[in-house]
């Protein structure tokens, strides 16, 4: 499996092997809604990420409490033995309730726990990269790291983790982490109307990091804004894929990870790396996030 061109080009992680095509795929609708319980369908999910391989995607992004389990089910079933060149991006650090809220997992055992069953249900010895989730259900918070970290480091000394990223930070915390681990990627809550790490962003580009934001498209309430609606029009293009164009030139270290369970939205995510923002659509879109902001906190405060 090589790099594909039509996929946004390729990004390779300093202190990595990988050539990571810079949209992948993220798992988290391969479930039910709100990543619990099955999908309606198991078999078309199962299609789809046979699809995106095939498609040229080289990079899904996936975690042992999607579902739980069930999102690494479907990945083995679709694809075990996984094809040469394919990297599979874990999370642990948390652990999805019955109520559907995210509490966190950050013990020794919890998260030496997690990797094993990271492990047992993708069918694998070895993990391409873990990514160390911390911070709260609403953002990152300022807590140490250094603990839950240096598990998945002693973790990675023995040959089950081969790279470590973190997920949901700061940028003091990942100050914290490139201490005590390599650190190939972060992932965290970013796009056009959430823009709170541009500068770990262009950061993380300098030293060959990739950044991964998670919900590119806004996450269980998707984006929505007359801006956003007036690019598309004048694009013929869909606001999918006028958001996903953004992020891919935003920074070239970003790596795209929307999930979908249908074929069509892939293949539509897809078709984004071949949209080109002219600089005056740039320019308005990047008054999104400014006008969200300013919604957030309401006149006067």
């Not at 390779?12 to 999908?39: D, E, V």
């Not at 249900?121 to 990514?131: I, K, P, Q, T």
Request: charged share 20%; hydrophobic share 45%.
């Amino acid at each position: 499996m090589s790099p594909s061109p039509e996929l946004g080009g390729a990004f390779a992680p300093a202190g990595t092997s990988f050539a990571l095509n810079r949209i992948g795929y993220g798992a988290i609708k391969l479930t039910g809604p709100m990543a619990w319980g099955p999908p309606n369908d198991r078999r078309a999910a199962v299609a789809v990420v046979r699809q995106a391989v095939r498609l040229g995607i080289n990079h899904i992004d996936t975690s042992d409490y999607y579902g739980p389990y069930i999102a690494n089910e479907i990945i083995r079933k679709a694809l075990h033995p996984y094809p040469k060149g394919l990297t599979i991006v874990t999370k642990v650090g948390a652990r999805l309730g019955p109520d559907k809220s995210w509490p966190a997992a950050l013990s020794k055992q919890e998260l030496i726990d997690a990797v094993h069953d990271n492990l047992r249900h993708l069918g694998l010895d070895a993990l391409d990269v873990v990514n160390l989730r911390v911070g709260g259900q609403f953002g990152p918070n300022d807590n140490s790291i250094a603990e839950p970290l240096s598990v998945l480091a002693e973790l990675q000394t023995q040959g089950l983790i081969r790279h470590i990223g973190l997920s949901n930070i700061s940028a003091g915390q990942f100050a914290e982490g490139e201490k005590i681990a390599k650190i190939v990627c972060v992932q965290n809550h970013y796009n056009l109307a959430h823009r709170l790490d541009d500068v770990l962003i262009d950061d993380l580009a300098g030293k060959g990091i990739a950044f991964v934001p998670f919900f590119p498209l806004g996450g269980f309430r998707p984006l929505q804004s007359p801006i956003l609606d007036e690019a598309a029009a004048a694009l013929g293009a869909t606001t999918r894929q006028v958001a996903l164009a953004w992020l891919l030139q935003r920074a070239p270290n970003i790596l795209i990870i929307a999930g979908t369970s249908s074929a069509d939205h892939l293949r539509e995510n897809l078709n984004a790396a071949t949209l080109r923002l002219p600089p005056e659509t740039v320019d308005r879109l990047d008054q999104i996030a400014a006008t969200a902001a300013q919604e957030k906190t309401g006149p006067g405060r």
